[in-house]
């Protein structure tokens, strides 16, 4: 929690105005027992109706004194508390922005949506309630303690024998709760996960009739959680009822003391009357202390969440800046010896990949499930680092690299099409933003700019074969395209991403098995499009498909992380056995089907 208070320093004078407005309002509230006790002992006693009238003046004025300050410190404690989650959020989101793909699959997205939302908004609350309670509950019941001081000492050291008494309840059931409420917060990352895993796979769920076993799963995490979040909930309402008990307790020892010393004349009935409210001002305020404890509790638990987050650091560094230049030579790509094993993983993904890329090539990669064909293009942009080994581009090591320089030459379509919210036109504008230093609406200034833009992404659109589809769409490049392209077919937005990525004019282009919603013809007029539209861009091509890799430049056939082959598509279907089995079991069904 306290590496989150950073993001308070923008709000310093607020988080000193809110706690000060509040202790001016509890020490008005301090002064009312002692003018109620004036009233009786004074006013109802001596049958002094005008004084009475004007100490019920006074209280008014305090009333409405205090009121002021109630409000003026609420309004202090909420700009701060929103304005530190929303630093916070944005901090947040920037780091994990900032965290290489080792450290998301570690996090899981589940627990990283229930950290920007759930958790910074239980530190909020603690935060608001803290600048508002935290110093007032305590200055109350010391206060309350030290008055009654001033009024009886006999009849105080009740009120110093009850206060510790309520410290311990108060404080033990919070020592007890935080460690209780973080399992709750797991729990709640569990049940989200579950969630968001149903809900993006619910058509794959009712295409296998699978509603029935997910929703007793769901109900189970749901169960669990609700069981540990009643457990806790018991728990913590144990506090008020304690805390009852001892206060009206003490209360009763209070009002007998009082009527024995009244009766022998050392207090008056105005004085027991003050001593009894100041023991009812400590109860309301110890229960508010109790409720902002479990609060407090509560967004201790999360800050330490989000803190665990915050103190992830990338395993991606950049310490070599841009000291080494690209070095002139005809190996544009090389691998040299890589091995590399996922976080945790028990085997090597990929053991001894070594080859070497000339520029303008096209490299196509081929293997099994599981052989390791995205790992190896994920190394090129850096998504992940090697375990042992080097990955040169331009003879200068990736790791040497600025991220974003580095990034910046390549163009990479993923397995899977993600397309956002947005017209045709800001979604292609993500391929070039950094290309052409464009900001907003509009490339650089004019309508002239505006018009080199669009003609790029037509060209963009055309080499990728989506031009003929997004013409015969409403409004063109300002068609509007739903959350993840669910208003377009599959092959549709494949189509997309590619042009996404060809946009930006890379000077190496990655499709990761980019094509396997196209059909054959569209699939190889895309690879003829792609070839034709730079002889410099280096592409690789990761596919299933014999068919989408059989031209290329040079083909790396892999099998279990291993590279089996690599060469020419003669060359392979001559010497190397795994690309053979490939080949000739897709081409020996497709001739089939012909045959029929």
Known sequence: MRRLLVYLKDYKKESVLGPLFKLLEASFELFVPLVIAQIVDVGIINGDYGYVWKMGGVLLLLAIVGLTCSVTAQYFAAKAATGFATSLRHSLFSHIQSLSYTEMDRLGTAAMITRMTSDINQVQSGVNLVLRLFLRSPFIVFGAMIMAFTIDVKAALIFVVTIPLL???????????????????????????????????????????????????????NQW???????????????????????????????????????????????????????????????????????????????????????????????AGESVEETKSNAYIQFRHVDFSYKGAGADALTDIDFTVE???????????????????????????????????????????????????????????????????ENLRWGIVEEEGMTGDVCGNGEADRTDEDALMWEALEIAQAKEFIEKKEGGLDFEIEQGGKNLSGGQRQRMTIARAVVRKPEILILDDSASALDFAT????????????????????????????????????????????????????????????????????EGKEGT
């Open 167 to 221: 410290s311990i309840v108060v404080f033990g059931i919070m020592l007890i709760s935080i460690p209780l409420y973080r399992k709750v917060q797991a729990g709640l990352d569990r049940v989200l996960g579950r969630t968001r895993e149903n809900l993006t796979g619910v058509r794959v769920i009712r295409a296998f009739n699978r509603e029935d076993e997910e929703t007793e799963g769901f109900t189970e995490e």
């Open 225 to 319: 959680l609700t069981r540990m979040q009643m457990f806790v909930g018991r728990f913590s309402a144990c506090m008020n009822p304690v805390t009852y008990i001892i206060v009206n307790v003490a209360t009763v020892v209070l009002i007998w003391t009082g009527a024995v010393r009244v009766d022998n004349g050392i207090l008056t009935q105005g004085q027991v009357i003050a001593l009894v409210n100041y023991m009812s001002q400590i109860l309301v305020e110890l229960v508010k202390l109790a409720n902002l404890i479990i609060t407090v509790t509560k967004a201790f638990a999360c800050a330490g969440r989000i803190s665990g987050v915050l103190e992830m650091s990338s395993s991606l560094s950049e310490e």
């Open 359 to 425: 520029k303008g090539q096209t490299v196509g990669i081929i293997g099994g499930t599981g052989s390791g064909k995205t790992t190896l293009v994920h190394l090129l942009p850096r998504f992940y680092d090697v375990k042992a080994g080097e990955v040169l581009i331009g003879g200068k090591d990736v790791r040497n690299y600025p991220l974003e320089g580095l990034r910046a030459k390549i163009g990479i379509v993923m397995q899977k099409a993600v397309l956002f919210h947005g017209t045709v036109r």
């Open 523 to 590: 699939d190889a007029a895309l690879r003829k499009a792609i070839r034709n539209a730079s002889e410099d861009m280096t592409v690789f091509i990761v596919s299933q498909r014999a068919a989408s890799i059989m031209y290329a430049d040079k083909i790396l056939v892999l099998d279990d992380g291993k590279i089996a082959g690599q060469g020419t598509h003669q060359e392979l279907l001559a010497s190397c056995e795994v690309y053979q089995e490939i080949y000739y079991s897709q081409f020996e069904k497709e």
